[in-house]
């Protein structure tokens, strides 16, 4: 089984390391790529700590930065996040994800898959035009609607002890791939361009030392059309590590650093965050994003109580990129996924008319001596005498 499991973690990686390698190929300029919203922070945790995320990846949002932290839902997970932009732009997710019935093709765990769909709105555009009258004709369009499909999969494939300079660290990997069906509309565009495309995504954590390191690869696939020009999707490559540690009594400290290269567009972008766990009930973070346009510090807080979890983040950067984001989560703890297994049919299970006579004559039994009957025993050494 484990060398069943290196191949299968060996060329999903292969693969993945094979699309990097590919994408970077037909790179053009900032702001050549089309459907600019997938580059967007989609998760409040990760936003409040400047979207470092590809090493953490351990709840639902990991849709959006590696699916391969999909394999680390144990039980299902339902969240909805809304987003408020520069002016009237905004964006809402919806998401959900859950274990699935049965061992992953690893046949060390359950794997787990997620669905979700993203809704984009870039404002409105108002048109005018003077009229050969000098009256002036005003209206009003939507200046673009994004939408995204999206639904994964991810499940753990390696697991062993692994000395490490006599220390003997426990190793989990995940390997993770996403599907999506992207819509863009422009200006309420009769015959708005779609497309396909895939995201992959690889996790290794070591959960003694704390430490945990991420890759993942977004938005490979064609491009969209719009009229007569084609323009291409906004390949992400994500870089990331991430270290865990516990302090004080319930409370813990996590740092994440990410490196995102925007492959289509030849730009990059370095992310660092932390996250305080205070008594498990209060998450207080602090990011910073680097090297980019939209650089500056963005902050946030969680709230959890029992199942339920609200997060909040803030951008403190240049006034046209900030943005807010709130999010509502809840995990089903109580729900347990059973595992399916399938009936197993027996081909000698025939009806017993069916079976040769010699087959349904009746087995042979053992017979036991009979016990004799109390009362009435007798004895060769005994005799009356007269």
């Given at each position: 089984?484990?060398?069943?499991?290196?191949?299968?973690?060996?060329?999903?990686?292969?693969?993945?390391?094979?699309?990097?390698?590919?994408?970077?190929?037909?790179?053009?300029?900032?702001?050549?790529a089309?459907?600019?919203?997938?580059k967007?922070?989609?998760?409040?945790?990760?936003?409040?700590?400047?979207?470092?995320?590809?090493?953490?990846?351990?709840?639902?949002?990991?849709?959006?930065?590696?699916?391969?932290?999909?394999?680390?839902?144990?039980v299902p997970?339902?969240?909805?996040?809304?987003?408020s932009g520069?002016?009237d732009?905004?964006l809402?997710?919806a998401?959900?994800?859950?274990?699935?019935?049965?061992?992953?093709l690893?046949?060390?765990?359950?794997?787990?898959?997620?669905?979700?769909?993203?809704?984009?709105?870039?404002?409105?555009?108002?048109?005018k035009?003077i009229?050969?009258?000098?009256?002036?004709l005003?209206?009003?369009?939507?200046?673009?609607?994004?939408?995204?499909?999206?639904?994964?999969?991810?499940?753990?494939?390696?697991?062993d002890?692994?000395?490490?300079?006599?220390?003997?660290?426990?190793?989990?990997?995940?390997?993770?791939?996403?599907?999506?069906?992207?819509?863009?509309?422009?200006?309420?565009?009769?015959?708005?361009?779609?497309?396909f495309?895939?995201d992959?995504?690889?996790?290794?954590?070591?959960?003694?030392?704390?430490?945990?390191?991420?890759?993942?690869?977004?938005?490979l696939?064609?491009?969209?059309?719009?009229?007569?020009?084609?323009?291409?999707?906004?390949?992400?490559?994500?870089?990331?590590?991430?270290?865990?540690?516990?302090t004080?009594?319930?409370?813990?400290?996590?740092?994440?650093?990410?490196?995102d290269?925007?492959?289509?567009?030849?730009?990059?972008?370095?992310?660092?965050?932390?996250?305080?766990?205070?008594?498990?009930?209060?998450?207080?973070?602090?990011?910073?994003?680097?090297?980019?346009?939209?650089?500056?510090?963005?902050?946030?807080?969680?709230?959890?109580?029992?199942?339920?979890?609200?997060?909040?983040?803030?951008?403190?950067?240049?006034?046209?990129?900030?943005?807010?984001?709130?999010?509502?989560?809840?995990?089903?703890?109580?729900?347990?996924?059973?595992?399916?297994?399938?009936?197993?049919?027996?081909?000698?299970?025939?009806?017993?008319?069916?079976?040769?006579?010699?087959?349904?004559?009746?087995?042979?039994?053992?017979?036991?001596?009979?016990k004799?009957?109390?009362?009435?025993?007798?004895?060769?050494?005994?005799?009356?005498?007269?």
């Amino acid at each position: 089984m484990k060398n069943l499991t290196s191949r299968f973690f060996n060329a999903g990686l292969a693969a993945a390391l094979a699309a990097a390698l590919c994408a970077p190929a037909y790179a053009g300029g900032p702001g050549s790529a089309g459907m600019q919203v997938l580059k967007t922070d989609m998760s409040p945790r990760a936003s409040g700590m400047g979207g470092a995320f590809a090493a953490v990846a351990d709840d639902i949002y990991s849709l959006n930065y590696n699916p391969a932290g999909l394999g680390r839902l144990y039980v299902p997970e339902i969240s909805a996040m809304h987003l408020s932009g520069f002016d009237d732009s905004s964006l809402q997710q919806a998401s959900y994800g859950m274990p699935l019935p049965f061992i992953g093709l690893a046949g060390l765990e359950k794997p787990a898959a997620g669905l979700s769909l993203m809704m984009a709105s870039a404002g409105t555009f108002d048109y005018k035009y003077i009229m050969p009258d000098g009256s002036i004709l005003s209206k009003s369009y939507d200046a673009q609607k994004d939408i995204a499909l999206t639904f994964g999969y991810g499940e753990k494939v390696f697991s062993d002890d692994v000395n490490l300079e006599g220390y003997n660290a426990r190793i989990d990997q995940y390997l993770g791939m996403n599907v999506k069906y992207l819509r863009s509309v422009l200006l309420e565009d009769k015959k708005p361009p779609s497309t396909f495309a895939f995201d992959a995504g690889w996790l290794i954590v070591a959960p003694k030392l704390g430490l945990s390191a991420g890759a993942s690869l977004a938005n490979l696939g064609g491009g969209l059309k719009y009229g007569s020009e084609v323009t291409r999707l906004p390949t992400i490559l994500r870089l990331g590590l991430a270290y865990e540690r516990p302090t004080i009594m319930d409370q813990s400290l996590l740092l994440a650093a990410d490196g995102d290269f925007y492959m289509a567009e030849s730009l990059k972008s370095l992310r660092f965050g932390l996250e305080y766990h205070f008594e498990k009930i209060f998450n207080f973070r602090l990011g910073y994003k680097a090297a980019e346009d939209n650089k500056g510090i963005m902050t946030g807080i969680g709230v959890h109580y029992e199942d339920m979890s609200l997060d909040v983040s803030l951008g403190l950067g240049n006034e046209v990129y900030n943005a807010s984001q709130v999010a509502f989560s809840y995990r089903f703890s109580g729900v347990n996924i059973k595992e399916y297994r399938k009936k197993i049919t027996f081909r000698d299970a025939e009806p017993e008319e069916a079976k040769p006579a010699k087959a349904r004559q009746p087995a042979k039994t053992e017979r036991k001596p009979a016990k004799p009957a109390k009362g009435n025993k007798t004895d060769s050494d005994f005799f009356w005498i007269n």
